[in-house]
């Protein structure tokens, strides 16, 4: 089965810097990749997505990229704010499959 | 749109007590509710797949009777944890969606178990 990590697991950034976060996967049937945002004692939010088609995506501050051949898809956070600071989650959707496989998670800490 | 609901956000039971947990899709037709469990600063766990009308599909390791899954209408699921223990203590965050591969998350139950 699809097996995705992500790295890193916490990360601390200043105010105004970007923050990137990796994940790679291990079946190239995986077609869709989402990421989400969750804060704490909340349910996962949606804050990107990227369909295996299209190389980047990108969404005000936010942005994703995605190689197909390294099978690996990034998270990029530009001009960051203490609003950010949340755990993000990537996700990969196999289209031989009916389920999503989540990374480990990336706790965010922007400093103010 | 593409709001989701869960009630209740947070519930506190002794343990061998019985706690219903539903989600809701508020404005659409969910044809797919996913129901994962997650611990404390990690990832999600899926428990279980429900489709409306038919019997949820649980993945390896979830104790079908101890989790019980009805997906009764196309904007209803719900999870009961029969006879909790203070180990099914934990985060339960259910997901819904029109595609299976879109979906929409719910702000998740904290369960409490004495």
């Known amino acids: 089965g699809e097996n995705v990590e992500q790295h890193p697991s916490t990360l601390s950034v200043q105010e105004g810097d970007s923050a990137v976060i990796k994940c790679t996967y291990s079946d190239s049937a995986s077609n869709y990749f989402p990421w989400y945002k969750q804060e704490l004692g909340k349910g996962p939010q949606l804050i990107i997505d990227?369909?295996?088609?299209?190389g980047e995506k990108k969404d005000q501050r936010i942005a994703v990229t995605l190689n197909k051949t390294a099978k690996h898809f990034s998270l990029h956070i530009t001009e960051t704010q203490p609003e950010d600071s949340a755990v993000y989650f990537c996700?990969?959707?196999?289209?031989?499959?009916?389920?999503?496989?989540f990374g480990t998670g990336t706790s965010l800490t922007v400093i103010p | 749109g593409a709001v989701v609901s869960q009630h209740p956000s947070r519930v506190i039971c002794k343990s061998g007590t019985s706690v219903k947990i539903e989600c809701r899709s508020l404005?659409?037709?969910?044809?797919?509710m996913f129901w994962y469990r997650q611990f404390p600063k990690k990832s999600l766990m899926l428990m279980a797949t429900?489709?409306?009308?038919?019997?949820?599909?649980?993945e390896q390791g979830v104790e079908k009777d101890k989790f019980l899954i009805n997906h009764a209408s196309l904007t209803l699921s719900t999870l009961t944890v029969t006879s909790a223990h203070p180990e099914d203590s934990s985060f339960y965050i259910c997901s819904a969606g029109v595609r299976t591969d879109t979906q929409y998350f719910g702000p998740g139950t904290r369960l409490t178990v004495l």
């Open positions: 990227i369909r295996s088609n299209v």
């Open positions: 429900s489709n409306e009308g038919s019997k949820a599909t649980y």
């Open positions: 404005d659409f037709q969910a044809t797919t």
């Open positions: 996700a990969a959707f196999p289209n031989t499959g009916n389920q999503f496989y």
